[in-house]
């Protein structure tokens, strides 16, 4: 299995902060990589695939990049609606991994 | 568009089957992998497999001993047993439909989960 790690496990930011959580995983995975928002009690929300690709209807502010073993996520102007766990998650091979989570706290 | 809905028992027994249903409405079943995955409390996401509209699977390897996904197109609906079940194996329950035909463009519609507790 492709193991995916995430850092950092949690973060506390402000409000206009510039975010970036970052994924890693244990083999290539060229850009195979997607990010979910997933707020409490909720089911996860499709952000960003193919590493950088924003999903139909989510803002602008959020942003992917990277390839191969190393990729981010970064949320340019952070928004009160925007307290969540950032999930990555590997879609190069099964089975699905997802990282640990990046609890983002405002 | 596309919902997801999941149903089924909310309880089940050491050593029993868990069974789940995934409807799906506002959409067509073919051309896409429908899959479940699973979050125990307060950990993250875990894969369980995905059903392709042809009826073909794939299971993760840590359960493909006790799962069975299945597919019946006719009703437009996906379905989870998992035997054998044990504490470990409470979770909320998720199903999701990969965006396009294959699972490299990651799963763009999930159901809203449904909490499965392992208990006597």
């Known amino acids: 299995d492709i193991q995916m790690t995430q850092s950092p496990s949690s973060l506390s930011a402000s409000v206009g902060d510039r975010v970036t959580i970052t994924c890693r995983a244990s083999q290539t995975i060229r850009m195979y990589l997607n990010w979910y928002q997933q707020k409490p009690g909720r089911a996860p929300k499709f952000l960003i695939y193919?590493?950088?690709t924003l999903q139909s209807g989510v803002p602008s502010r959020f942003s992917g990049s990277g390839s191969g073993t190393d990729f981010t996520l970064t949320i340019s102007s952070l928004q009160p609606e925007d307290f969540a766990t950032y999930f990555c998650?590997?879609?190069?091979?099964?089975?699905?991994?997802f990282g640990g989570g990046t609890k983002v706290e405002i | 568009q596309v919902q997801l809905q999941e149903s089924g028992p909310g309880l089940v027994k050491p050593s029993e089957t868990l069974s789940l249903t995934c409807t799906m409405s506002?959409?067509?079943?073919?051309?896409?992998?429908w899959t479940w995955i699973r979050q125990p409390p307060g950990r993250g996401l875990e894969y369980i497999g995905y059903v392709f509209h042809s009826g073909s699977t794939d299971y993760s390897p840590s359960l493909k001993s006790r799962v069975t996904i299945s597919i019946d197109t006719s009703k437009n609906q996906f379905s989870l047993k998992l035997s054998a079940v044990t504490a470990a194996d409470t979770a909320v329950y998720y199903c999701?439909?990969?965006?396009?035909?294959?699972?490299?463009?990651?799963?763009?519609?999930w159901g809203q989960g449904t909490t499965v507790t392992v208990s006597s």
């Open positions: 999701a439909k990969s965006l396009r035909r294959q699972l490299d463009d990651g799963l763009d519609v």
């Open positions: 998650q590997q879609s190069y091979s099964t089975p699905l991994t």
């Open positions: 506002g959409g067509f079943i073919s051309n896409h992998y």
């Open positions: 193919t590493a950088s």
